[in-house]
């Protein structure tokens, strides 16, 4: 989903959602869970006390199963510990937004916490050349717009992962350019 917000024909801004989507707290759940019953598993058949109810991980042999175990469930629980923060964090989210009043364009991201949390670009509207869309189905969809600048560069204007519906992307798409006074490129 995307939101568009047009201010008197002369702000163009839409927001970009980031990590915080079904599909990440369903999976960062999912690998912490499973991570942490892996651990209990391979430290019940260490220690022979029974830690998982509905299971019984007291009759694993310690070495190899038990190691092999507590290994993976460390990996898992690491990931979802990892997944959990990028969404507590919201990485990825941010706005577009394109102002014909002061003649710029302005691209906000969240990153990780640091130095450089915050990811500003600004670019001037007289340097923009045209909006390109980007679309490759199959396994691994990608449907993309980006803005293509006159030297050449390319910023990628929509969200990472879910790809855009074709209606949206076209829509989007669309209302950008006819607002810049731009050209529509196909990648």
Same mark, same amino acid.
């Given at each position: 989903?995307?939101? *568009? ?14 990590? *915080? *989507? ?41 070495? !190899? ?75 691994? !969809?990608? *449907? ?11 910023? !990628? ?5 879910? !790809? ?15 607002f810049l006074n731009v050209n529509i490129e196909n990648k």
């Amino acid at each position: 989903m995307f939101e *568009r917000i047009l201010f008197c024909n002369m702000v163009y801004k839409n927001l970009i959602q980031g990590s *915080r *989507r079904f599909s990440n707290y369903w999976w960062a759940t999912t690998i912490l869970l499973g991570g942490l019953g892996f651990v209990l598993s391979g430290l019940s058949s260490y220690s022979k006390i029974n830690l998982i109810p509905f299971a019984k991980p007291t009759d694993l042999l310690f070495i !190899p199963q038990g190691v092999v175990m507590t290994f993976y469930g460390t990996i898992g629980i690491c990931i979802g510990i990892f997944l959990w923060m990028t969404i507590i964090w919201d990485i990825g989210s941010g706005y577009n937004e394109f102002n014909k009043q002061n003649g710029k364009a302005v691209i906000v991201r969240q990153g990780f916490p640091g130095k450089n949390r915050n990811i500003v670009l600004n670019y001037n509207l007289e340097d923009i050349q045209s909006v390109s869309i980007y679309l490759r189905d199959g396994l691994n !969809p990608k *449907r993309q717009i980006y803005l293509k600048l006159k030297n050449q560069a390319e910023i !990628p204007l929509t969200r990472v992962g879910e !790809p855009l519906t074709l209606n949206e992307l076209e829509t989007q798409a669309i209302e950008l350019a006819k607002f810049l006074n731009v050209n529509i490129e196909n990648k």
